[in-house]
């Protein structure tokens, strides 16, 4: 009876399908340039006025870590050089990890071109936050659909 109990209730719990809200994202800023710090507010506002992304500093499910500095000296103009980390929050809890690491990139932009760096990097970010998200849900899935096997009385 235990047995057909808990494989009605796996079974009830496997409705893991597409989101329902918006992805909770977590933007930190490491640098004192203000070509970073302009690149930084340009891009939380891609995230702000997103349908799938929601800024949070509060329980977040994706963590995304900027890292600037000016590189203006080196360049031919006036730029700024930043590596964005993305990291998902809760991934590693059950390992005893506080994050996992799902992608990094190093970039150099223009000053005059923050908005159009801002902007891909939006797209970027936001492609691997959504593949990331779509592959914990399947990962979930076929842990429930496993338990359910597990579980399910035998003939």
């Known amino acids: 009876m235990i047995e057909l109990l808990s494989a009605l209730t796996f079974a009830g719990a496997q409705v893991i399908g597409e989101p329902t809200e918006k992805f909770a994202v977590e933007i930190v800023h490491h640098g004192e340039d203000r070509g970073g710090q302009q690149f930084v507010f340009l891009l939380r506002d891609q995230f702000r006025r997103s349908a ?4 949070t500093s ?12 000016d590189t203006s000296t080196i360049t031919v103009g006036p730029s700024t050089t930043y590596a964005i980390v993305l990291t998902a929050s809760k991934a590693g809890e059950g390992f005893g990890y506080p994050e996992g690491y799902i992608t990094s990139a190093v970039y150099s932009c223009p000053i005059r071109s923050l908005s159009e760096c801002a902007a891909t990097a939006y797209a970027e970010v936001g492609a691997e936050l959504e593949l990331a998200e779509k592959e914990a849900r399947a990962a979930a899935n076929e842990a429930i659909e496993q338990m359910y096997r597990d579980t399910a009385p035998r003939p």
């Not at 799938?52 to 800024?55: E, G, I, K, L, T």
């Open 58 to 69: 509060e329980g977040p499910q994706f963590k995304l870590f900027v890292t600037s500095m």
């Open 52 to 55: 799938s992304f929601r800024v």
